[in-house]
Nanobody, 115 residues
Framework: QVQLVESGGGLVQPGGSLRLSCAASGTIFSISAMAWYRQAPGKERELVASVTSSININYADSVKGRFTIFRDNAKNTVYLQMDSLKPEDTAVYYC?????????WGLGTQVTVSS
């Protein structure tokens, strides 16, 4: 099994920045993709950004130009740099890893953007 631990969430003012980290551990052979999702109260979970082993990157339209996903394969860690944060970015952010066709999820970290 693969364990994912997120860190870096917290409270930030609009226009501020946060950097989320997600470290994978456990039985790791080859993680083909890592991604960040988020879920706000009353809304469905949505994909924020993803990166594959071949460094194929995708972003949700709502975060393009503001968020950056990057991956350190040696450390089995994925990061999400969030800049110019808006109140609508407030959500629980979840890390996801895919290995051998199986998906693994972290427990999530709260990001709150408020004055």
């Amino acid at each position: 099994q693969v364990q994912l631990v997120e860190s870096g969430g917290g409270l930030v003012q609009p226009g501020g920045s946060l950097r989320l980290s997600c470290a994978a551990s456990g039985t790791i052979f080859s993680i083909s993709a890592m991604a960040w999702y988020r879920q706000a109260p009353g809304k469905e979970r949505e994909l924020v950004a993803s990166v594959t082993s071949s460094i194929n990157i995708n972003y949700a339209d709502s975060v393009k130009g503001r968020f950056t996903i990057f991956r350190d394969n040696a450390k089995n860690t994925v990061y999400l740099q969030m800049d110019s944060l808006k109140p609508e970015d407030t959500a629980v952010y979840y890390c996801k890893a895919v290995q051998l066709g199986f998906s693994f999820w972290g427990l999530g970290t709260q990001v709150t953007v408020s004055s």
